[in-house]
T-cell receptor, first 118, second 112 residues
Framework: SAVISQKPSRDICQRGTSLTIQCQVDSQVTMMFWYRQQPGQSLTLIATANQGSEATYESGFVIDKFPISRPNLTFSTLTVSNMSPEDSSIYLC???????????????FGPGTRLLVL | GQNIDQPTEMTATEGAIVQINCTYQTSGFNGLFWYQQHAGEAPTFLSYNVLDGLEEKGRFSSFLSRSKGYSYLLLKELQMKDSASYLCAVTQIGGGYNKLIFGAGTRLAVHP
């Protein structure tokens, strides 16, 4: 398994400001994933962060709005830039951790960061 | 692209059995996950299927048919604490790594 922590756990921000969310994993992982979960909805993948290279963004998400850092194999940050009320959401960090069988990998989630933009 | 469908809501009675279906269309399929998510909490892993057939784990079982693009999660001996959202997610290979794409989730309400 993998233990994932996120900071902050929640925040209330003003429109136009930026917030950086930190994700720390207790083991080295190749890929780290950032998801968004808007109120009452399922999870949407924002981007995939690979250590030593630029993050890969999903359709509808851009680096200028959601810059990501991945300085080492246990840590990543996601910044939500120039926030608007539509960015109010839960932001979750996630990693794959190898299971017992080589063919099986389980994806684990951090506790999430609850963001409210006023 | 990908498309994952599951019912929006289901209700069931405590002690009963409920089956939550998931159909998917995706390229680069590499397995299907079921997650449980209680309100205000992060998703927690329930099951993973990559081969056809049934995987049983206690009160929960998950089935996969790759040829039909179909999976179900079976919950037996339902308890009130099973009231949660159940998320079907497909692992997709792309760019040399796996990524997980989620369906919209099924909100299950268990009542006495």
């Amino acid at each position: 398994s993998a233990v994932i922590s996120q900071k902050p756990s929640r925040d209330i921000c003003q429109r136009g400001t930026s917030l950086t969310i930190q994700c720390q994993v207790d083991s080295q992982v190749t890929m780290m994933f950032w998801y968004r979960q808007q109120p009452g909805q399922s999870l949407t993948l924002i981007a995939t962060a690979n250590q030593g290279s630029e993050a890969t963004y999903e359709s509808g998400f851009v680096i200028d709005k959601f810059p990501i850092s991945r300085p080492n194999l246990t840590f990543s940050t996601l910044t939500v830039s120039n926030m608007s009320p539509e960015d109010s959401s839960i932001y979750l960090c996630s990693v794959f951790a190898s299971g017992r069988l080589p063919a099986r990998e389980t994806q684990y989630f951090g506790p999430g960061t609850r963001l409210l933009v006023l | 692209g990908q498309n994952i469908d599951q019912p929006t809501e289901m209700t069931a009675t405590e002690g009963a059995i409920v089956q939550i279906n998931c159909t998917y269309q995706t390229s680069g399929f590499n397995g299907l996950f079921w997650y449980q998510q209680h309100a205000g909490e992060a998703p927690t892993f329930l099951s993973y299927n990559v081969l056809d057939g049934l995987e049983e784990k206690g009160r929960f079982s998950s089935f996969l048919s790759r040829s039909k693009g179909y999976s179900y999660l079976l919950l037996k001996e339902l308890q009130m604490k099973d009231s949660a959202s159940y998320l079907c997610a497909v692992t997709q290979i792309g760019g040399g790594y796996n990524k997980l794409i989620f369906g919209a989730g099924t909100r299950l309400a268990v009542h006495p």
